[in-house]
């Protein structure tokens, strides 16, 4: 929820990462989970978090993961449920700032979870998330 102004939260005293790569000191102010500005982040808001000694940095895109292969397989005979393993997966992305994944599933003839149909399912699972 937001105050009159329409600001959720601010972001202050961090470096932000700027469109170029370089880090400026400023704030970031969020409304309704978008950005709404970046630099003086003054006014009206619910929350804050001071970033001070921190890097603010955009949501991470990870073009290629497949590090979901080791919560549904972390050793050689040991498997977790699909669902299980994907929402872990979920759940370390984010805390590493990652916001958007493109699951690799690898389709091979080597006999292990590679094979078919095995990645078929893992395509299903990764669909209804």
């Known amino acids: 929820m937001s105050?009159?102004?329409g600001t959720s939260l601010r972001i202050t005293s961090g470096q932000v990462m700027q469109m170029n790569g370089d880090f400026v000191g400023a704030d970031v102010v969020l409304a309704d989970g978008l950005v709404?500005?970046?630099?003086?982040?003054?006014g009206g808001r619910k929350a804050e978090i001071?970033?001070?000694g921190m890097l603010v940095l955009p949501g991470i895109v990870d073009l290629h993961g497949d590090a979901f292969e080791r919560q549904i397989m972390p050793r050689p005979g040991v498997s977790f449920p699909l669902e299980l393993a994907l929402n872990y997966t979920d759940?370390?992305?984010?805390?590493?700032?990652?916001t958007t994944v493109?699951?690799?599933?690898?389709?091979?003839?080597?006999?292990?979870?590679?094979?078919?149909?095995?990645?078929?399912?893992?395509?299903?699972?990764l669909a209804t998330q």
């Not at 709404?36 to 003054?42: A, M, S």
Request: hydrophobic share 30%; glycine share 6%.
């Open 36 to 42: 709404e500005r970046i630099g003086d982040g003054t």
């Open 91 to 98: 759940r370390q992305m984010v805390a590493s700032s990652i």
């Open 102 to 125: 493109y699951h690799g599933v690898t389709y091979s003839w080597e006999p292990s979870f590679r094979f078919p149909p095995t990645p078929l399912r893992r395509v299903d699972a």
């Open 3 to 5: 105050d009159e102004k």
């Open 50 to 52: 001071n970033a001070s």
